[in-house]
């Protein structure tokens, strides 16, 4: 089956640090891929939409210049987050679609814990 | 602006009780998705359904899809403690995805 990693499964790192996070897909080639954030106990909000070799759609009140995406190639995307605050502190979730829009079948990834200290 | 409204938000029983989780909106959904997750895990997709009125059963869950494809429920019989999790339903119109506000249920042996 389609199977989505993400890497680091968890960080810690001091304020004003920046972070990356790797999404990859392992045996397929992804199109699309997605970053979520989500708070404990809450629903995942769609933070950007990424497709490869273009640039990233952010959703609304989403920084870009906050969380940089890069989608190199069909089975990597990162996400860092840049002079991380303690407020980023949070789950970060990444999911991969295959044939290329929101409506096609989703993989998530595992997910990565950040905290920042 | 969240289009699925789930309730309740938490729901806490005690083992072999049965529940229901609502997933309502006021859109219409080409179909629409349930999801389970853990604790410090990604979601995994449980079931879609498609067509309204559409019942799907696995094991002790039962899906239901609203005739007018505006709303879904998820029942559970029998629940036991390994069914404690985050549970999501999510909405796919045309090019669009998108998360319910989410139900934290936990299951007490």
């Known amino acids: 089956g389609a199977v989505v990693s993400q890497h680091p499964s968890w960080v810690i790192c001091k304020s004003g640090t920046s972070v990356k996070i790797e999404c990859r897909s392992l045996?397929?080639?992804?199109?699309?891929m997605f970053w979520y954030r989500q708070f404990p106990k809450q629903s995942l909000m769609l933070m950007a939409t990424?497709?490869?070799?273009?640039?990233?759609?952010?959703e609304q009140g989403v920084e870009k210049d906050k969380f940089l995406i890069n989608h190199a190639s069909l089975t990597l995307s990162t996400l860092t987050v840049t002079s991380a605050h303690p407020e980023d502190s949070s789950f970060y979730i990444c999911?991969?679609?295959?044939?290329?829009?929101?409506?096609?079948?989703?993989?998530f990834g595992p997910g990565t814990r950040l905290t920042v200290l | 602006t969240q289009l699925l409204e789930q309730s309740p938000q938490f729901l806490s029983i005690q083992e072999g009780e049965n529940l229901t989780v609502y997933c309502n909106s006021s859109?219409?959904?080409?179909?629409l998705q349930w999801y389970r997750q853990e604790p410090g895990e990604g979601p995994v997709l449980l079931v879609t359904?498609?067509?309204?009125?559409e019942v799907k059963k696995l094991k002790r869950l039962t899906f239901q899809f609203g005739d007018a494809r505006k709303d879904s429920s998820l029942h559970i019989t029998a629940a036991q403690p390994g069914d404690t999790g985050l549970y999501l339903c999510?909405?796919?119109?045309?090019?669009?995805?998108?998360f319910g506000t989410g139900t934290s249920l936990t299951v007490i042996p």
């Open positions: 859109s219409v959904f080409s179909s």
């Open positions: 359904v498609v067509t309204g009125g």
């Open positions: 990424s497709n490869e070799g273009s640039k990233a759609t952010y």
């Open positions: 999911s991969a679609s295959v044939a290329g829009g929101r409506t096609d079948t989703q993989y």
């Open positions: 999510a909405g796919l119109p045309v090019y669009q995805f998108y």
């Open positions: 045996d397929f080639q992804a199109t699309t």
